[in-house]
């Protein structure tokens, strides 16, 4: 009894423990499945385009020229819209809000050249965007439809159809034989292209100006459009004109065989201009604050420039007159002969030798020292011989001008001009004449100004201050 007892008790405890195994093994069961059939899932997003012609399932999806996933799937929407599920990788999912899709075409032989191009907004730092969710959708708004060449020719009537043919026929007989010529000008569309895209983005900068400027456009050509009759005349006008340059071509030939040549020219000196104006930059930041006076200054001269009409007037007429030898144009061609002498260099007496102006100005630069120490004496100068001389006499040489010193010799007694007597006239001169001055300052050709502004002594200027005209 005791026995049957003890082998009911083994009994079961050996059930219990197998029970337990076997729930054991369901759990571990359960949880491989669990893994198995919903973990490491591939993040997949949908993108809805107007039309997705000839993409097929397996296209690339490519990000910043690298692949980075495969459409795995083409639907079409209830609205008739195409709906593409993209399965991307890792490395760039989740995608952030803002992401735009784009079908391209990389190229016209194969549907394999097509592909989904993903530009995925940058990451802001502090600000973090938010993400797509797996299983997310791109609206419309956020894709791009690729356009066929197909689709782009349907859009053309018959008549734009022939003409489009006429021009690419005419552009063939155009370049038959240049084609070398033409390659080497489209090695330049490129940069072309992307100076043309830096303008317009420049130009899209300021959109409310943009915008004016299309308006303004808009009601140009609607005036035009009013006045068909007088546009027809100006096109038949501008056809005769087009037919006068047709039969100069050869003219037209040459200029255009030299217009390369003046394109590069153009181009070195725009590439020049730039750094020019990377060092007109401080001048324009130094002209700053002046810039409002100089607004007052020109509002000012306004009225000055419309009363200096007749003078231009004349002066246009002295540069430039109907008739012969009358004008500056003329003097000027007539002064050729004579910069030759003087400026190019000659042969005389068997040996070359320069031209006048340089001889001279090798010869001024041993004078550069005297000219500079005379030069603050101008104004002294031009005030001497304005006081001390007498223009508009002529003798067999031409114009002169004569200078000369003269001494009052008379006196003012009882108010009365008497002339003083001989033997006073020494010791008056010795009285009132100043002698010896030979190193004044510039400036002192007369008694000092108040405010200082005479004499002006440079800076290392040898002169003497106290050196002025007697007086007060």
């Known amino acids: 009894m005791e026995s049957t007892q003890i082998e009911q008790q083994g009994g079961g405890g050996i059930g219990a423990v197998g029970r337990a195994a076997i729930a054991a093994a369901l759990a571990l069961v359960a949880l491989l499945a669990v893994l198995v059939l919903t973990g490491d899932e591939p993040y997949t997003v949908k993108a809805r385009f107007q039309a997705a012609t000839q993409m097929v399932e397996g296209n690339l999806v490519q990000s910043g020229g690298r692949k980075v996933g495969l459409v795995k799937q083409i639907e079409l929407t209830d609205d008739g819209q195409a709906e593409l599920t993209l399965e991307l990788d890792d490395d760039v999912a989740p995608l952030r809000e803002g992401t735009r899709a784009t079908l391209r075409l990389a190229s016209l032989s194969s549907i394999v050249g097509r592909y989904v191009d993903l530009q995925i907004p940058e990451e802001t730092p502090g600000s973090p965007r938010a993400t797509i969710a797996d299983g997310g959708v791109l609206p419309t708004a956020s894709t791009t439809s690729a356009v066929d060449i197909d689709q782009l020719f349907s859009l053309f009537d018959d008549k734009t159809k022939r003409g489009l043919r006429d021009f690419i026929r005419g552009n063939g007989t155009l370049y038959a034989g240049r084609e070398a010529q033409a390659r080497a000008g489209f090695q330049y569309l490129n940069p072309t292209l992307i100076a043309s895209q830096r303008l317009f983005a420049e130009v899209n900068r300021d959109t409310p100006l943009l915008q004016r400027f299309l308006l303004a456009n808009a009601r140009l050509v609607t005036d035009i459009a009013e006045r068909s009759a007088d546009l027809s005349a100006l096109i038949d006008g501008l056809a005769d004109t087009t037919g006068a340059i047709a039969t100069e071509e050869d003219d037209l030939s040459r200029a255009i065989a030299r217009l390369p040549d003046f394109m590069r020219r153009s181009n ?5 201009l730039r750094s020019a104006l990377d060092d007109v930059e401080p001048l324009l930041e130094e002209s700053r604050p002046v810039t409002p006076k100089l607004r007052r200054v020109l509002a000012q001269l306004r009225p000055l420039a419309q009363t200096a009409r007749p003078v231009v007037r004349d002066l246009s007429r002295t540069i430039r007159r109907d008739g012969k030898d009358n004008d500056l144009i003329e003097l000027g061609r007539a002064v050729l002969p004579f910069r030759d002498q003087v400026v ?87 009285t009132t004449a100043s002698v010896s001055q030979n190193n004044r300052c510039p400036g002192s050709a007369e008694r000092p100004a108040a405010d200082g502004s005479n004499p002006y002594v440079p800076e290392g200027f040898d002169c003497d201050r106290t050196q002025v005209p007697p007086g007060r």
């Not at 001279?360 to 004078?367: D, E, H, P, R, V």
């Open 344 to 430: 190019a260099t000659k042969v005389r007496n068997g040996q070359e030798r320069p031209g006048t102006f340089p001889t001279t100005a090798k010869s001024l630069a041993g004078s550069r020292e005297h000219l500079a120490f005379l030069r603050p004496y101008a104004v002294d100068l031009t005030g001497w011989f304005d006081d001390f001389s007498h223009s508009g006499v002529y003798d067999a040489n031409g114009s002169v001008s004569r200078n000369a010193l003269t001494v009052n010799a008379f006196a003012l007694a009882d108010g009365v001009l008497q002339p003083i007597p001989p033997a006073l006239r020494d010791a008056l001169f010795q």
């Open 268 to 272: 070195t000196t725009f590439v020049n």
